[in-house]
């Protein structure tokens, strides 16, 4: 996925960076990883303390006191952070319970993807319906995959529409 996803990028042309906690930089240096990144790849930010969130990334106070540090509102807030710091078109933010255990409430494989873009900014939760599945480095790996994979499909669907 992430060789296809710089292809894209450079094809577009746009750039991303990340904002990753649980993740703690396993987005970006999968992507780092294929010939070619450095056009694409701006940076990121590794926000694994909850105060990191709001003095990096910017994330409100107000949206992390109502909303902790792992939901869909933060992961947004996030990646809207990671776009604006880092001065890139696409900013893609994880933030969840890599576990073993459940932090505040929240169960291991709890996970939330932001991706914010020139368009529109939003969130989704990397399991679908379900908590991701698997050790620590399981549930890492399968949240980068699920981020990829989301940043991918945006992109596709912003440079098709341009296309039209």
């Known amino acids: 996925m992430e060789r296809e996803l710089v292809a894209l990028l450079i094809d577009a042309p746009a750039t991303l960076a990340f904002c990753e906690s649980l993740t703690a930089g396993l987005a970006a240096a999968t992507v780092a990883q294929v010939p070619g990144a450095s056009a694409v790849l ?82 989704l939760a990397a399991g679908g319906t379900e908590p991701l599945r698997g050790s620590r480095q399981d549930i890492r790996e399968a949240a980068v995959g699920a981020a990829l994979s989301a940043l991918y499909n945006e992109v596709r669907e912003q440079t098709q529409g341009e296309d039209r």
């Not at 590794?46 to 902790?68: F, I, M």
């Not at 809207?80 to 890139?88: H, I, N, W």
């Not at 929240?106 to 368009?119: D, L, Q």
């Open 42 to 123: 701006r940076g990121g930010l590794v926000t694994y303390a909850t105060d990191l969130k709001e003095s990096l990334a910017g994330v409100p106070h107000a949206v992390l006191e109502a909303n902790g540090p792992v939901s869909p509102v933060t992961a947004r807030a996030m990646a809207e952070g990671a776009r604006r710091v880092c001065g890139s078109d696409y900013g893609v933010a994880l933030t969840g319970v890599a576990g073993p255990d459940p932090q505040d409430g929240h169960p291991v494989g709890e996970v939330w993807v932001g991706i914010a873009g020139p368009r529109r900014s939003f969130a």
